[in-house]
């Protein structure tokens, strides 16, 4: 199974199934950001040395962006263990930047550093 598509498989697992125009957008999402993750790998590493990051991480950046997309009800608190997901409305975009943030640090021992210095 490839990388976009065990992200998709868990998204669906957190987000829950949606309607089927929905699940093409979702599987978009899925396959952007796999590809965006596995073009950021440090050197020496591959997708195997840390797939199962790769599909966390990648199904908080996926929610995060799903959830921008569809607005209104969000998911407001997410448990691994035992699965716990509590949906309500959310007034502003923090829901989607905390998926980012956690995403970001679940992911920060694996990704190349974005930032850079252009001059000054």
Known sequence: MMLGEKIFAQTVILAGQPE?????????????????????LKEGLTEDD???????GGSLYVLAAWNSVQGGEDIQELRAGDLTIKRGTVTSGTSA???????????????????????V
């Not at 699940?23 to 993750?37: E, G, N």
């Not at 840390?50 to 966390?56: P, R």
């Not at 998926?99 to 930032?115: C, G, I, N, W």
């Open 97 to 119: 930047e905390g998926y980012r943030t956690q995403a970001e640090q679940m992911l920060l021992p694996y990704l190349k550093d974005r930032f850079a210095f252009l001059g």
């Open 50 to 56: 840390c797939q199962e990051a790769l599909v966390n």
């Open 20 to 40: 089927e125009s929905g699940q093409k957008l979702l599987r978009v999402l899925c396959d952007m950001t796999a590809d965006s993750l596995l073009s950021r």
